[in-house]
Structure formats: C-alpha cells, structure tokens
C-alpha cells in the first residue's frame, strides 16, 4: 500500500441522514473512513446513532473532503451538485448513488472544477440488505474525470462481494428503464389491480402455485418499501417511453385473449421466447429458486 | 385397508399420450394402478414408452374402468366428458385435470350417470415437476356426487406431499383469473416488451439486481414452456375482467409518472399496500429467496 491509501480518508456524504445516505456511512466508517453526514433537514441525532460527524458547517466540510457523496433525493441532486461541487479541492472525488446517471453525471460534469473526479455511481440495492455480497454496483465514469478513485472504490466495493458493472450514464438509463422501472411497474401494477378488483390476498396463499407464491412476495416486497424510492425510479427519462410499449403490448395480448385468438396469443409467446433466447437456462433456474421456495413453506408448515 | 383399496385400480387417461396426461400415466402406474391411455391422435408408441397400455378401443375401456382421468385439450375437454360420462358404471369416477372448473365440472355433473362420482381436479403444476412434493392440487367437488373417491385420492396426492386445496369451481375460477391468467399474462406482457423494444437481455443479466434477476427467469421459464397451456389458462372466464383492469391500473400509473405526478403515483402504491396486507412477511420471505438466487450466482461464478 501507497503513503497516500494509508492516509484517513475524510468523506462526506450529503443526505447521510437518510435511509441510503446511512446505510453508506455505517459503510464508510466500519471500512475506516473518517466519515461526515449532513442532511437539509438537520438530524444531528442519526449522526449520533451512526457514531460519525455532524457537519455543523456544510460548506467548509466540502472544501476539506477526499470524498463528497451525494444521497440527496433524485429531485435535490442535480442542485446539490451545483452548489457544492464547485468547492472541491483537486485530487477529491465527486459522487453520487442515485438511480438514474445522465442528469446527475451531467451536472458532476458540469460543475466540477479541473482536477476534481466524477464517479456516477448506482447501488442496484436497497438499505435493507445486510451487506454488498452479491450485489451489483453500477459505476457510469467520465472519460477524463476519473483516474486515481475508479480503482480505489471499486476494490472496496468488490473485496466485499459487490459485483460492478461499467456503463454510460445514457446506456446506463436505457438498461435500468427496463431491469428497475420495467419490473417495479408491472409488479406495482398487479398491487393496484389486487386493490382494484378487492381480492383477498391471505386467502388466496392457501391455493397458490410457488410462482405465484413468489410474485406476490415481490408485489408485497415493493409496497412494503419506501414509495419515494420507486416513484424516483419511474422519473428516469427513458422509462416512459418503456411504460408505454409494455401497456400496448399488454393491450394486444388482452385482445387476442378476449377476441378468441388463442394463435396469435401463442404466436406473440413465440416470438417474445425467440427474442428471449436462452429460455430453457432460465426454466432451469427458476425450478431452482422454485424448490428453495418449496422447502421453505414445507419447513414452516410441516402439517401441510 | 380394506379388501377394495388393496385391488389393483384401473384407470383410463384420455388425453394420456400428451405431456400432462403422460405425467399422470407416470404418476398413477408408480402408484401401482393399472393404467390405460389414450389420445385423439393415436400415439400407441407413447403408450409403450411410458410402459402402460394403449386403449384401443376407447369406449369399452371407459365402461370398465375405475376411473377416467380426463386431460385433453381444454377446448374438447366438454366434449369428450359429454362422450364418454354416459358409460361409465356406477362406482366409478370421472376426473378431470384442467386449468378451468366451471365449465368442464358443470358437464361432469350434467353427463355422468346416477352413481358415479365427479372430482374437478387442478394440478397447479407443469409437467416439468419431478414430483408432486409441495405442489398445490385444487379439488372442486360437486356436492351430492363426491363421496367415495374424494379422500382416496386426496391422500394418495397428500402421502407424496402435495397441498390439497378445495373450491367451489366458480370461486375456483375466480381466483385463478388472479393466481394463474394474471401472473403469467404480466410476465408474458413483460416478454413482449423485450422483443417489442429489442432489449438485450443476455447483456442485462451483467448489470442485474437479484429481484430483477428473478423476475426475468421466470418470464423466461414461460416463454420456454408449451404455450397452448398459457394460452388455454387465459380462455379462463374470469380472466378478461382481470387482464382489463390489471391494463387500467397500469394506464393510471403511467399517466401519474408521466405527468409528474409522483405523489399520486405514491398514494396508489400504499393505498395497494393497505389493501395487500402483511407486506413486511412478504418482504421477509422474500429476502431469503433472493439471498438463496445470490449464494447460487455465487457458487456459479466464483470470480465475480
């Protein structure tokens, strides 16, 4: 190890007294970083509790920080940026953990002066996971404004399981329209529909198949969480045009189901597992998650 | 055991040579049944592969057999039950195995004979399954016809620990407009949108979070399967009703993120949470089938 990776980093993380902002200080701290929280609405008492630094005087932690991490909400971030970025001195680091990257990494850009590093970062967790074993980490770097911290972070990040993925702020939003705003959308639209139609959810465990026993938990997962999350999701601006192409194509199949045309029903199975590819890989990991599912329940409830 | 249940039944599966006929052909001759099959299309070869015999003359097998096991296509599931019911002999029972119960038990009930019984059966499975082991089988008896036959054969499914659930076939198949034509209807949606968007999912999987890891299995694990079945639990009458709400809520929520209206967006997700009940035990369960998803991703690429 360098001189300099031997040094305390000090870090600051801006909305470190939110869920994910505090999630990343216990993060910081249990890996020896000397960390600083400041959130707009104050909560000296969630730096207490994390066992790190209030910063009283935001704009002067700034200035003296290795690392500025940005945990504001979606809404606050591109602002934040603005206002603080500027401040950093050479040889820091600029980063947020947002979901979406082309607006955020485009003001890190933006308002980071020479010298400063930008480092688009998206966690594909929520602060209820334990650890980063396991998880993915995406990382949309700047060409030109990342060198020294990439390799630094991401070694941290992957010497705790964490597996990172590299991407383009705009290719970044394009995938995640899909992978995150896609499968929320429609898991969140099965809830609605649960609450639409007034069906009884408890009862019907009682005469489910473990596929449906395993959406149903997802469905419940997503409403069990913090709406603001998710909603922040869908305002990636490539997820609309995706909402849109999946109610039309819910519409057409609708139609074939309804007018009696149980071909083209099949024929649009078809050509989606076509385009899939890779179908019978992915039966046979679901059989996996599947039999999990099943001895599971069979340990719960051994009189059934 | 009394002297009848130590005789050696016989059983008629019309429809047997087919995937789900030929797993109960599989199922019933372990069981130590006498099993004869059967199917519109005259698959004898079938027959001498699964080791049973070929009914070749249909009718007179149907009159001295125990029971017929009905698992032909859904849409001559009536049909075939209006044929053959009437010659059966008292004693015996008529069964049948489809995704749908008002229907075909209304004509079980309509064309069987005074004396033979009716059982409208629905295994929740594939013929993937290798076993019947913490699978769900509905039972929708009819009353006044089923008094013998139902506890034989809900012990015989119960002793390889299968959870047997019984409805009435109306309320049968009511709820699995939800439990089956809902879920499939939004994975299958979902796999329409990949295709209409020509998304890569193969490149996806390398920047996926474990729940939308799932999520796109089981869209694949549809695709991959017969889509006659997916489509025949689609004909489900309940189910139009159900698909054409789950596409209002999904408009509603599109129309609400598209205009930014995120605070509506929010309140439909906890007014579903409300309605759904006990979310937080669904996210806990389903915590530990994405934790299970992790370990096998682990196990499978130790280097990321």
């Known amino acids: 190890m360098t001189e300099e990776t031997m040094t305390k980093w000090r870090i600051l993380i801006l909305g470190g007294t939110g869920e994910t902002g505090s999630w990343f200080a216990r993060y910081f701290k249990r890996k020896g970083f000397d960390v600083a929280v400041w959130g707009p609405s104050g909560k000296v008492e969630v730096a207490e509790r994390l066992g790190v630094r209030y910063a009283h005087d935001m704009m002067k932690e700034v200035e003296e920080s290795d690392i500025v991490l940005i945990s504001v909400l979606i809404e606050k971030t591109v602002e934040m940026i603005q206002t603080v970025a500027p401040r950093m001195h050479p040889g820091s680091l ?10 955020p990494v485009m003001a890190m850009k933006t308002y980071a002066p020479k010298g400063v590093e930008v480092l688009g970062t998206h966690p594909m967790f929520g602060p209820t996971m334990p650890s980063l074993f396991g998880q993915t980490i995406i990382f949309t770097p700047v060409e030109g404004k990342t060198g020294k911290w990439l390799p630094i972070i991401q070694s941290l990040f992957e010497s705790d399981g964490a597996h990172i993925g590299i991407l383009e702020a705009e290719e970044h939003d394009e995938m995640m329209a899909v992978v995150q705003a896609l499968t929320h959308f429609a898991y969140i639209g099965i809830g609605a529909t649960l609450k639409a139609l007034d069906f009884d959810v408890q009862r019907s465990r009682k005469f489910m198949s473990p596929v449906y026993e395993i959406m149903i ?33 819910c519409m057409r199949l609708s139609e074939k189901a309804d007018s009696g045309d149980l071909e083209g029903f099949k024929q649009i199975m078809r050509d989606a597992a076509l385009h899939y590819g890779g179908t019978h890989e992915a039966l046979e990991r679901s059989d996996r998650v599947i039999n999990t599912s099943i001895r599971e329940r069979k340990e719960k409830k051994p009189d059934c």
Do not use: C, H, W
């Open 94 to 103: 600029i980063m947020d953990v947002t979901s979406i990257k082309s607006g």
């Open 217 to 249: 938990d997802f469905v419940g997962r997503i409403l069990d969480q913090n709406p603001e999350l998710y909603a922040s999701i869908q305002k990636n601006p490539k997820a609309s045009a995706v909402r849109q192409t999946y109610v039309a194509e």
